[in-house]
């Protein structure tokens, strides 16, 4: 049986059909802030019980045991309780509640470590965050429309809605091109709806963030073959192979110039805001804002168009040579002094190569970026004077002299790169005592 490769695509919802834009709104609205609630309460819960477990193992050296202490198998299962005797009222569907508790739980995990480190802020949900939608709950019919289950039986009765499906909302679909062609193939049977989401932007508009099974395709590959990726500076990306000379790169001026246009940009309308008529201040903050929050938008669509450019380039060009894994830099605890990662969405370049890369059948790691730029990629030595200048790379050790980013990229494709960094270490550690 062939693997499947989870995708996700925004479709937006044209319009409600089985009520008005006015009683989904409400409804969706109403979903949409309690559990934005739900959720912030499940990572708060989770802070704390990790807290909890540190200072009882500080104290009395022991693992702190939740069915000793609270007589359950699980501290799921006392958040659970917790929130159903909190918002019983609220309205909020099971199904999504537990999603919910669920996708918090499991955001929280992810970036626990970094948070207890210091090197994160326990992460907020906002206004913004979509409503998680059980893949099994969500039935797609021929006219584009689905079915989105954001009733409880009270609030069904409330709305006069009857028989089959009574505690869903019917919506149309916006279809196009790429969307009509994902949800024929859903319909056919060729790929397979999986847990979604439903999104209201800060416009007001609703989306289906409609997530789907997709068979990988299989393709010929080189299975010792790796790629590595360095996001830089002096080149975007930098793309090299473990076992050739051949790689390329994506230059950071396109991104560079947009930037320095946008802080132009942005500059001029602050100094406007500054002296701006009375007249126009009289329509109130939000025109007062529009001229900055449109800057805004036009980055965002320029820095979303660029990550897609770049990362079906760099997943071709894997796909062309065979690549059966690529390597990146796990960049969460990413510094400033990058002034190229810190000022663009490196993050959303990242998942965009992940998620194509997948759709390939390609493996994709992410290793300790440490030391990686320090290290020489002809004789293993690492020392910070290695790198002389941000694009010069020269090994003080054997006088190895390279493109700063074309070394990093060609230590990220090693195997077990980590390892053999930290091997080196304390070696110099050991022969310096």
Known sequence: MGKDVVQTYKIPIQKPVSTDWKTFGKVAGDITYNLIKVMNDVMTMNYVHIQEKFEYKNKTGENFNVEEHYGVRSYTTIINRTLKEKYGECEIPSDLLEQAVRESINVFN????????????LMVFRRDQPIPVRGRSLKISEDYTVKLPFLTKELAKYYGFTGVGKQSFEVQLKTHKNSKVILDRILSGEYKVADSKVQRDLKGKWYLLLSYKQPVKEKKMNKDRVMGIDLGISKAVYVALNDSKENFFI???????????????????????????????????????????????????????????????????????????????DLSGISNGNSFLSNWD???????????????????????????????????????????????????????????????????????IEGIIDKEIKNKKTSSV
């Open 346 to 416: 490196y993050f959303d370049l990242q998942s965009k190569i992940e998620y194509k890369a997948k759709r390939e059948g390609i493996e994709v790691k992410r290793i300790k970026p440490d030391y990686t730029s320090q290290r020489c990629n002809e004789c293993g030595h690492v020392h910070r004077e290695n790198r002389i200048e941000q694009e010069i790379f020269k090994c003080v050790e054997c006088g190895h002299k390279t493109n700063a980013d074309l070394n990093a990229s060609r230590n990220i494709a090693i195997k077990g």
């Open 110 to 121: 992810t970036n626990s470590l970094e948070v207890l480190k210091g090197n994160a802020s």
């Open 251 to 329: 230059g950071g001026g396109e991104v560079s110039s947009f930037r320095r246009r946008i802080r132009a940009r942005r500059k001029d309308l602050q100094n406007q805001l500054r002296v701006c008529s009375d007249n126009r201040k009289g329509h109130g903050r939000k025109t007062l804002l529009k001229p900055l929050n449109t800057l805004s938008e036009k980055e965002k669509n320029f820095r979303d168009t660029v990550n897609h450019r770049y990362s079906k380039k760099i997943v071709e060009w894997a796909v062309d040579k065979e690549v059966a894994t690529i390597q990146m830099e």
